[in-house]
């Protein structure tokens, strides 16, 4: 099976711009969690979304949202960029099944604000 | 919510020392405690988990003791070696909800 994949990889943007991240799971994977990860942060929780509905969400501003598709395939747009928005993001996914199961991590998408 | 502390960030031990990484969390409802070992440049892979019906699991060098009591649980690595250098981080929660720790940075010298 091929890995969870994201797209872009590197994105340079400059202050007040918007920028949308994607992030494809592995095949039959239908819930997508996102990340920020940033030195002496370690790793974030954004979002989680499951079957096109956000289920989860973490302590960040309204100016970071997501979606997902009916593939399973998701996307999360940070609107405004702000300077302290340069980070890694990162997208896992994993199956559904009985109690809690291994997140799948993606390479990550380098976001640098400018 | 959740809130996840690990110490220590740094830890720097010999070849074939042991290391121990410890975290603590404050949701008593979590049930799901993973280690992810993240190398330079590379995306968090798992490690090792454990869930909260078992108190100890072990894998070949690495083993994961968990006290839901006190809320801590704790990475032990054995005979440690210069690829086992890179930053784990540990996570606790349910579902699909996961929170981890800041991460501590793994330094295995010669």
């Known amino acids: 099976k091929a890995g969870v994949t994201q797209t872009p990889r590197y994105l340079i943007k400059t202050r007040g711009q918007q920028v949308t991240l994607s992030c494809s799971p592995i095949s039959g994977h239908r819930s997508v969690s996102w990340y920020q990860q940033t030195p002496g942060q370690g790793l974030q929780f954004l979002f989680e979304?499951?079957?096109?509905?956000?289920?989860n969400k973490g302590n960040f501003p309204g100016r970071f949202s997501g979606r997902q598709f009916s593939n399973s395939r998701s996307e999360m747009n940070v609107s405004t960029l702000e300077l302290g928005d340069s980070a890694l993001y990162l997208c896992?996914?994993?199956?559904?099944?009985?109690?809690?199961?291994?997140?799948?991590f993606g390479p990550g998408t380098r976001l640098t604000v400018l | 919510g959740e809130n996840v502390e690990q110490h220590p960030s740094t830890l720097s031990v010999q070849e074939g020392d042991s290391a121990v990484i410890k975290c603590t969390y404050s949701d008593s409802a979590s049930n799901y405690f993973p280690w992810y070992k993240q190398e330079l440049g590379k995306r968090p892979q798992l490690i090792i988990d454990?869930?909260?019906?078992?108190g100890e699991k072990k894998d070949q060098r690495i083993a994961v003791t968990l006290n839901k009591t006190a809320k801590h649980f704790s990475l032990h690595i054995t005979e440690t070696q210069p690829e086992d250098s890179a930053v784990y981080f540990c996570?606790?929660?349910?579902?699909?909800?996961?929170?981890f720790g800041t991460g501590t940075q793994l330094k295995v010298e010669l």
């Open positions: 996570g606790a929660g349910g579902g699909n909800k996961l929170t």
């Open positions: 454990i869930r909260s019906n078992v």
């Open positions: 979304y499951f079957s096109e509905t956000q289920r």
């Open positions: 896992a996914s994993s199956s559904e099944g009985r109690g809690p199961l291994e997140q799948f």
